[in-house]
């Protein structure tokens, strides 16, 4: 078995130099209002989704669980936020 060490060094996906932040950013256009908000609106079912296991589970006796599902809860809320205000 031999090895071929003439591409060592070489990037294995191609293309010259990494692209600078400024040029994706110029790429990247926003999302119309009418996806922004119905992302927003499934991210509010979903907190609620994880509001309800949360209160569930620590009606239930299971706190960890329902620490949980509050953080899911948040974070989901947080995520729907910044999809409706950034774009």
């Known amino acids: 078995m031999t090895s071929d060490p003439g591409n060592a ?3 294995i996906a191609g293309g ?3 692209r600078r932040d400024e ?3 110029d790429e990247r256009e926003r ?3 009418l996806e922004r ?4 609106g499934i991210a509010v079912v979903m907190a ?3 509001g309800a296991v949360g209160v569930a589970a620590v009606l239930g006796g299971e ?3 329902g620490a949980m599902g509050f953080v899911g809860c948040m974070m989901t809320l947080v ?3 910044i999809t409706l205000l950034r774009g």
């Open 9 to 11: 060094g070489e990037p």
């Open 16 to 18: 010259t130099e990494p």
């Open 23 to 25: 040029e994706l950013a």
């Open 31 to 33: 999302r119309p209002m």
């Open 37 to 40: 908000l119905g992302l927003a």
């Open 48 to 50: 609620i989704l994880f």
């Open 63 to 65: 706190y960890i669980l």
């Open 79 to 81: 995520v729907g936020g």
